[in-house]
């Protein structure tokens, strides 16, 4: 019953369905107006895809993975403000949580605990690396003028 499950967790549409959701729950956590919940959750979907498939399908480290999921989640979230008529961050913030190392930084902390500390290092380290680029993601893509976004409303 359990690998049955995992067979299904495990494929790319659950997973798209799976950022879906989890983004519009936390957007509905962060207060984003019911409106935006749909868009919202097309963004966090796109980016959470891009991460899954380019991370398994294309033997991506989680460093470019998660980069180039920010920069689509940052981008659609530019081009959906425009056009929603509302500020960027009502899309990006919850469309860039499922990307965050939760899990990475847990195990850290865990093997730190456990006194494994080259252990601790290696997870710690791809943490870091996978903020560093989420981070890059948005500097890159908010460096686009605002000029082109609007183009993209016309």
Same mark, same amino acid.
């Given at each position: 019953m359990t690998e049955e499950f995992d067979m299904i967790t495990q494929t790319v549409w659950f997973?798209? %369905?799976s950022g879906y959701f989890g983004t519009i729950a936390f957007a509905i956590l962060f207060g984003v107006p019911k409106k935006f919940w749909n868009t919202g !959750? %097309?963004? !966090?979907? *796109?980016g959470w895809t891009v991460n899954i498939l380019? *991370?398994?399908y294309a033997n991506f480290t989680p460093f470019e993975s998660n980069f180039?999921?920010?920069v689509v989640i940052t981008f659609l979230s530019r081009c959906f403000a425009v056009i929603k008529k509302c500020p960027v961050t009502v899309f990006r913030i919850s469309g860039l949580l499922p990307l965050v190392p939760g899990v !990475? %930084?847990?195990?850290t902390i865990y093997y730190m605990v456990s006194d494994n500390f080259s252990k601790a290092f290696?997870?710690?380290l791809t943490a870091v690396k996978v903020l560093v680029a989420i981070i890059l993601g948005m500097v890159i893509v908010s460096g686009i003028p605002n000029k082109f976004f609007k183009v993209?409303?016309?």
């Open positions: 997973q798209m %369905i !959750g %097309i963004v !966090g979907s *796109a380019l *991370a398994r180039c999921a920010s !990475g %930084i847990y195990w290696d997870t710690g993209l409303k016309k």
